[in-house]
């Protein structure tokens, strides 16, 4: 069974930074996706970023371009969020979460959040 489990969510000012974790089991990492996933009350759910595991290559929102950075340690089978200069609109629960390579990219899978497998999440919450 796939286990995905995130860590390092928090409080903190607008401006500041917070690198979330997710640690993985149960898969073979180097051939999905993973992703983070954010939701909010009374907003739709948003793919964040995505990379691919065997490649490195990232996707991004636009909402988050040049700001969050989604990286991995495949050796720890680790999953990184690094989130700068945040904003209150950047308040929500974020999830890790995992699919098996689709046909296209992994980037395709960020639209519509088209992942298999997810995290419960960790809150984050940027206050002004």
């Known amino acids: 069974q796939v286990l995905l489990v995130e860590s390092g969510g928090g409080s903190v000012q607008a401006g500041g930074s917070l690198r979330l974790s997710c640690a993985a089991s149960?898969?073979?990492?180097?051939?999905?996706?993973m992703g983070w996933i954010r939701q909010a009350p009374g907003k739709e759910r948003e793919g964040v970023a995505a990379?691919?595991?065997?490649?490195?290559?990232?996707y991004y929102a636009d909402s988050v371009k040049g700001r969050f950075t989604i990286s991995q340690d495949n050796a720890k089978n680790t999953l990184y969020l690094q989130m700068n200069s945040l904003k209150p609109e950047d308040t929500a629960m974020y999830y890790c979460?995992?699919?098996?390579?689709?046909?296209?990219?992994?980037?395709?899978?960020?639209?519509?959040?088209?992942?298999?497998?997810w995290g419960q999440g960790t809150q984050v919450t940027v206050s002004s």
């Open positions: 979460a995992a699919a098996p390579l689709p046909g296209g990219s992994c980037g395709s899978l960020l639209p519509n959040s088209r992942f298999n497998y």
């Open positions: 149960g898969y073979p990492y180097s051939r999905y996706c």
């Open positions: 990379i691919s595991s065997g490649f490195g290559t990232t």
